[in-house]
Each structure stands twice: as C-alpha cells, then as structure tokens.
C-alpha cells in the first residue's frame, strides 16, 4: 500500500510559531495560562496541560500566572485588561492575524467605515473588530451580507486570515460601486489555500482518503468536506487509534493531509500505523 | 412632428463653470488667453475671441495676459509655469479633475503605484499625471493593459472623469488580486452616463435622432455612436444649418441631444430649426 502524504499538512506558520512559544515559555516559567485552548487539538492541549499549561477562559480570572496569547489573538480590552493586571505576557498572536488588526484600526482611525469578510463568531474575527475605534464597523459573511449594509463614501476592507480569496474578491468587487473611496488591504494567508488544493490534488489519486485533527477543529471539517467532494472514501480522524482497518481492504493507495492545528507527532503516528497495517 | 430634447443635453457642470468664468473674465480684465480652445465647440470658442479671449497653444508664448485654465485642467508644470510668470490666473478646472489629481498626488505621496484609467493623450489625462510624484504612474484604457503592468504591493487608482463606470470596475477587480493594498478613488463624474442614458432612451423612440456638437469632440462623437447603434437614422450636426430637411420627411418624432461642450445657444437655434420645418 502507498501512503501519499500531503506537503502542507499540519500546523501553519503561526500554530507552529505559538506552540513553539508556549513550549519555551513552560520551561522558563512557572505558573502559566492561555485565555481559551491554545488551539484545536484535544491531544496537544492534554500534553501543554502536562506541561504546566492551564486553560483559562476569561481575563478576570487570571491571577499572577505568564498569559500565553494565542495565534488567533485577543480583543484589544482582554489585551488591556492583561495589561492592567500587569500579568507577564507571552503574544503568540500570529503575525499575518496582527496586521489585520493593525489595518482594521488604521481604517477607523482614518474615518473608514470597516467592513470584515469573515465568521462573526470567531475570536479572531472579533478581536479584529474589537480594534476598530470608529461607529461603523460590519463583519460580512457572503456578498448577500454586504448587499444589505449601509456603508459611508470611505470605505476599508480587511478579512479573517482563513478565508477564502473567491468569497473576499466577490465581496470587494461588491463594494467598489458602493462607495467613492474603498481601501482593500488582503490579509488572508495562503496558507489555508494552499493545503485545500493540495488536499484537492491527493484525493483526485488515491483510494482511501485520511484527514487528521481535532473533531472541534473548523479547518479540520472544511478540510474533510472538500476532500470527500472528490473522494467519498474520506475519513476524518483525529488520531491513529480511530482508524478502521476495514477502510484499508483492497486498498493500492492512501491520501494523508491534517488541519492546520494537528501537532506533527499524531501525523507520524497515522503514517506509521499504515505502514504497520501494509505489512 | 414632436420633439423630444434630452434634459441632459449640453453643458456639464464643469464646462458650464469654465465658460461663465471666461465670460466674466473677459468682462473685468484686458487681455485673456485659455490655453488651449475652451472646450470643443468652434462656435463658442469664436464667440469668446469676440469677447477677446484669445487661445494659445504653450505657456511660454504667454505674456502678460489672464490665463484662464480650461476644465480639464493643466499639467503640474505648465501651472507652475504660469506662476512662475506671474501671470493672473482664473482657474476654471473642474472640480471633479482638481478632485482626480489630489487623490493621484496623495497616492503617489504615500508610495502607491498609481494607476489612471483612460485616455493616455487626453489633456486631463497628462495632467492628472503630471501631478504624481512617484516613480510608478500608469495610464490604463482596459484590462488587457493592466494584465501586462508590473505593479508594487500597495497600488492605488484613479479614473479620467469621464470613463464608462463598467471599465473603471472591471480595471479595479483585476487589480484586488495583484497586490496587497487596493485603494480606489472612483473619481468618475456620472454626468457622461446619465447623459448616454438618457440619449439611448430617446434614440429608441423616436424616427430620427440629432446630436448635436463639435465634430471635434470627442464625448459628441461617442454619443452619436451610441444613438445610431439603437436608431440608425442619427445624425451629427454641429449647427442648425446642417439639418437636411430631407431627413424628416414623414418623420413623426424627432430626439435631440447634445454634447458636453455645445452651447445652449446652438442647441436652441436647432429646436427653432425643428419647430419651422415641422410647420
């Protein structure tokens, strides 16, 4: 059996960059927290725990612990509020995520109104929102959201680092009739295209198609959804002992990617207990 | 025989401005020239050198006279120029192209690659980028020229006022994926699309359609094109006397309309025209 494991599978630039963080900082410091899971993946937050990680969910109950930020950052009154109880910050915010709140902030400084293609509910999203000092800012799902809004003359763009460049060129292209000035800045990262389409390109040629990571993990799911588009044999698991040896019966090839939050060891461990079942 | 004149016909508002201010000029001050005719219309520019405006071709062979500058404005040079020599000046640029060099001016100040959709030879084209000082200017006419630009990370863009909105857009869409930051003024003046508009809706009910303007002029030109694309019976004329009355015969209704530089005057002497014919 041939196992074909995509390039871009696993943690992105900033997941990586994070852990990394949170990792160095455990060895450094004592008592240490993250405001929410440093990110979606069951298994690496049961090893940070075990490294003296905790997971906290609000700022206020925070005490004299180091405060990791994670990739996908903080609102900017978390942020002051870490700051005000003058905790030891680690930001592991994620620099392309940085830059979209930095240019979010620049556009209702200058009198923008600020309109953000992303997912109303995600913390990242809304800690880009939450650096906005101006009244108009919208978040915007679709090109349908942005037909009903009522936006000034000046208008600022910016997106969640996750979303699709279709979804934000259609909605950009919506915009530029709306309004006399519209200041586009793409924040997405490639990166979550660039493991779609080479997800696409694996299952296109395999028999069996595997996509590791956190069950709670969104990339994870859309990664899983897109693959079973062109390969109904698609499972999404999120460790090796998930694995159904009926899957494999008959089976001349398998197609391996993970989401952007699944920690390298679990891919080793998928691509090892295949190499065991090939025997 | 009825007619119907569109209510767009003639003036714009810039050119409207710009002749008032000759006419008042002439009235207060001794010697005046414009640099360059006034505006595409050979009978008004006669009627203004009756009024001592004279028109000149350069700067430099201007003495001590007013200078009036024309709608569309002049180049960077050329104005300092005139001040240089300081000579009076009545500055009749359209507010909307003063409005187009400003934003192509700050583009160029804050590091943008400036791109200008529109006629590359037109005067208000050479001014609009004389007003950049930026090492990379571009002037545009469709998309095809965009494809082959190599622009920097931050691109900004302006549009000649009276470009086809459709154009500006398409430029602007391919634009959003060749750079990071996209800023769009949309310095388009509708006043040319409501003028085509309403000229399509009278050519198609009517059995003859006149547009009337300078045979030099290039907006009575294209709206002479767009009228006989619906109504094949369009004629351009400039004055009444081209009318040839075999053009009505049996004509029920006749539509009229006019260029952005024909004056109210030659469009009235082509309704008495009408209105003697149709007796």
Redesign the interface.
């Known amino acids: 059996m041939k196992i074909i494991l995509a390039r871009s599978a696993g943690f992105c630039f900033g997941v990586k960059r994070a852990v990394n963080m949170a990792f160095q900082a455990a060895e450094s410091a004592g008592h240490i927290c993250s405001l929410g899971p440093l990110i979606h993946s069951p298994q690496l937050v049961a090893r940070l725990e075990g490294e003296g990680i905790r997971v906290v969910n609000s700022v206020e109950s925070m005490t004299d612990e180091t405060v990791i930020i994670r990739s996908h950052g903080v609102t900017r009154d978390e942020e002051e509020c870490l700051r005000r109880k003058q905790l030891p910050i680690v930001d592991a915010t994620c620099p392309f995520v940085k830059k979209a709140q930095e240019y979010a902030e620049l556009l209702g400084r200058e009198g923008y109104s600020v309109v953000i293609v992303g997912e109303a509910e995600h913390p990242e999203v809304q800690g880009i929102v939450s650096y906005v000092q101006a009244p108009s800012v919208f978040v915007v799902a679709d090109v349908a959201d942005v037909r009903a809004l009522r936006v000034g003359k000046k208008v600022g763009l910016v997106a969640q680092t996750t979303q699709a460049?279709e979804n934000f060129?259609a909605i950009?292209?919506e915009l530029?009739?709306r309004?006399?000035?519209?200041?586009?800045?793409?924040t997405i990262c490639d990166a979550t295209a660039v493991r779609q389409n080479e997800a696409r390109e694996v299952a296109a040629v395999v028999d069996v198609m595997l996509v590791i990571g956190g069950h709670n993990s969104a990339n994870t799911n859309r990664l899983a959804r897109i693959c079973s588009d062109i390969q109904p044999k698609t499972y999404h698991i999120e460790t090796a002992s998930e694995i159904d040896n009926g899957w494999l019966d008959g089976v001349k090839t398998v197609g391996l990617t993970a989401g952007a939050s699944t920690p390298e060891w679990i891919i080793s461990e998928v691509v090892e207990k295949l190499k065991e079942l090939a025997k």
Chains 1, 2 share one sequence.
């Open positions: 460049y060129h950009a292209q530029i009739g309004c006399k000035e519209l200041r586009i800045f793409n």
